[in-house]
Nanobody, 122 residues
Framework: QVQLVESGGGLVQAGDSLRLSCAAS????????MAWFRQAPGKERAFVAAITWTTVATDYAASVKGRFTISRTNAKNTVYLQMNSLKPEDTAVYYC???????????????WGQGTQVTVSS
């Protein structure tokens, strides 16, 4: 089992920046690829960004490419999502996810956090 705890959400204005963090803990069995998903009100959960456990490769949704950056510190078992130039349409609950398989991390991972709310006002 892997426990994921997100933090860093909040209320910001359009154009502002925010950095989310996700701390992983619990029994190993990794290494794990990590990802961020988000769910806006009335919409399905959607992929945002992912990073391999080696940090060599990353992937982004088209809607956030160039504005968001995913990174991780394996020594701290923490993954980050730096969000710049935020837009009202970025408003959502952001979830951290982990999986040992890269294909699964992009479509729906095994382990999930509880989520952190990000609200962007216009």
């Amino acid at each position: 089992q892997v426990q994921l705890v997100e933090s860093g959400g909040g209320l910001v204005q359009a154009g502002d920046s925010l950095r989310l963090s996700c701390a992983a803990s619990g029994r190993s069995g990794g290494p794990y690829h990590m990802a961020w998903f988000r769910q806006a009100p009335g919409k399905e959960r959607a992929f945002v960004a992912a990073i391999t456990w080696t940090t060599v490769a990353t992937d982004y949704a088209a809607s956030v490419k160039g504005r968001f950056t995913i990174s991780r510190t394996n020594a701290k078992n923490t993954v980050y999502l730096q969000m710049n130039s935020l837009k009202p349409e970025d408003t959502a609950v952001y979830y951290c996810a982990a999986d040992r398989e890269w294909s699964k991390i992009l479509s729906g991972a095994t382990y999930w956090g509880q989520g952190t709310q990000v609200t962007v006002s216009s």
